[in-house]
């Protein structure tokens, strides 16, 4: 007989964790499932290399909810970030320099060496996105109300969302329709002139994005970016101590100190249905476990299209699934060095700029140059490249004298004109290494061990349909209540008893745990 559960929830990533950790704390019976061999999904720890345990795929903390954070106690289970300082480094090809720090003062003695207008707009730059984010930011811990609205209660709910506007003054409101229409590039030239000041702040505007800082939508991704901070400080990301496993470690325990069960090794083959209803699930090993409720982690293609049997949902359903856009241009780059890179701009190491996120993109031109490549279907010839270095706030994750730096780049399609990525792989990231020398000569001889994810392997490695790596695209259209269809933007699906709790629903991607809360707000209110 099938081992039964009030819960199962199937993938471990975080907000699956998130989910089950909130249900047992409810007195619920849950048992989590994960296809990998830990828990954790993108937001891992992993010894990649005898003796260097690397954040394989996601890397830097700070969107995290400070609610969830709070109600599953995870600093008592071990969660703890160091906030980055500065926060940014950018050299450029003539040989200057900036720097963002967490004092606002030394930020704008930096800005002013580029433009002096700039250092003083900057303050105000920051106070508008503060505003700003702080309306969104209250919107991500609910659900979405059902678009169109169909009923006067359904209309009431989209009057109490517009009431959370009202401390804002007009243009404020204005440019709250402008953060989630314009492009990144529209939206910081109402602010700035230095396209060096420009190009560093739009680099948070289309990681993870399939667009270019010209690509309307873009403005809202450098919004998404900016919310959050790190122990209380708005704007903040930082370093976890023990990578980024170690706030699944925490979530999971949360979880397991209230009964919660974990099985790893354990995929899911399918979900079992029954009279349109899910009454369980069975592994590929054909171990079979029942519940009335079940929450995927899993994105929505690949909850639809491979664990459903497709006779139980409606050909019209299937199709929308299928256009839901989650084909990703990220790549991730995790390298074990000897030494760290020894800048041209400023010489020496380590110093401040490797405590920083470095960016190696010199203009707005570049990075739209570097996106005309990959929407055509190629790598990107000259990659937007963000370096960090965790072993600078944390020295345990490799060897002594060692050094881990890890490379978040765009542009790397999933879907390329010509060949495949088993073939690009290495080729390109040679071309990245050669890139890196030429602000860091010598960097490439530095170079231990390299590990190499790309949309192909992020799929393959992580179970994320078109290695998109916030589950899908985060553009106006895929957003809120449309997320990832109106119909399902309320985390329940067709299917009586089956949730969705991952990040192809709202609020979307990044390491922020709100899908998961929100998904099991809205489960137990469930009656099966």
Not at 420 to 445: C, H, K, Q, T
Request: hydrophobic share 40%; with cysteine; charged share 20%.
């Amino acid at each position: 007989m099938p081992q039964r559960f009030d819960v199962i929830v199937i993938g471990g990533g975080h907000n699956g964790l998130v989910a089950a950790a909130y249900l047992a704390r409810a007195g619920r019976k849950v048992l989590v499932l994960e296809r990998r061999s830990q828990l954790g999904g993108c937001c891992v720890t992993e010894e990649l290399w005898p003796g260097y345990r690397v954040s394989t795929a996601s890397y830097l903390s700070s969107l995290l909810s400070g609610k969830v954070v709070k109600e599953l106690e995870l600093e008592r289970f071990g969660y703890h970030v160091d906030a980055k300082d500065p926060a940014f480094f950018s050299p450029f090809p003539d040989g200057r320099y900036l720097f963002m720090w967490q004092d606002e003062k030394k930020t704008l003695g930096e800005i002013a060496k580029f433009s002096t207008c700039d250092a003083e707009r900057f303050p105000a730059y920051e106070a508008h996105l503060e505003k700003l984010a702080r309306v969104i930011e209250s919107l991500l811990l609910v659900t979405p109300p059902k678009f169109p609205p169909k009923s006067i209660l359904q209309f009431v709910d989209y009057l109490k969302l517009l009431g959370r506007m009202r401390g804002l003054k007009p243009q404020e409101v204005v440019g709250l329709v402008k953060i989630f229409t314009q492009s990144a590039a529209d939206f910081l030239d109402e602010w700035f002139e230095s396209d060096e000041i420009k190009v560093t702040l739009a680099t948070d505007a289309v990681i993870g994005a399939n667009g270019g800082p010209r690509s309307a939508g873009t403005a809202y991704i450098l919004m998404h970016h900016c919310m959050g901070g790190v122990n209380g400080k708005r704007g903040l990301w930082g370093f976890v101590r023990g990578g980024m496993g170690a706030i699944s470690d925490a979530i999971a325990a949360s979880g397991r100190a209230h009964g919660a069960t974990f099985r790893t090794d354990a995929e899911v083959d399918h979900v079992k249905v029954a009279n349109g209803r899910a009454t369980g699930v069975v592994l590929k090993n054909g171990d079979e476990f029942d519940a009335p409720l079940i929450a995927s982690n899993l994105d929505p293609k690949t909850t639809f299209l491979r664990l459903i049997p497709s006779n139980h949902l409606e050909p019209e359903f299937l199709e929308s699934i299928r256009h839901f856009r989650s084909e990703g241009t990220s790549l991730k780059i995790n390298l074990a060095l000897s030494s760290l890179p020894d800048f041209k701009a400023l010489p020496g190491a380590p110093g401040p700029q490797h405590r920083a996120t470095m960016h190696l993109c010199p203009s707005m031109e570049y990075v739209e140059r570097a996106w005309d490549d990959a929407k055509y279907g190629m790598p990107s010839r000259s990659p937007l490249l963000e370096l960090t270095s965790p072993t600078q706030y944390d020295a345990s994750l490799a060897p002594p004298g060692k050094h881990i730096i890890g490379i978040f780049l765009q542009y790397a399609p999933y879907t390329l004109r010509e060949g495949n990525w088993d073939e690009l792989r290495a080729p390109f990231a040679r071309r990245v290494f050669d890139i890196i020398d030429e602000y860091a000569p010598g960097f490439s001889s530095a170079i231990e061990h390299v590990h190499v994810l790309t949309p192909l392997d992020i799929e393959r490695e992580f179970g994320i349909a078109g290695g998109n790596i916030f589950h899908g695209e985060m553009s106006l259209d895929q957003m809120f209540s449309l997320r990832p269809l109106a119909s399902l933007a309320q985390y329940r699906t067709p299917i009586h008893g089956l949730f969705l709790c991952g990040s192809g629903t709202h609020p979307g991607g990044g390491v922020i745990g709100a899908p998961g809360h929100n998904a099991a707000q809205e489960m137990l209110k469930f009656r099966a």
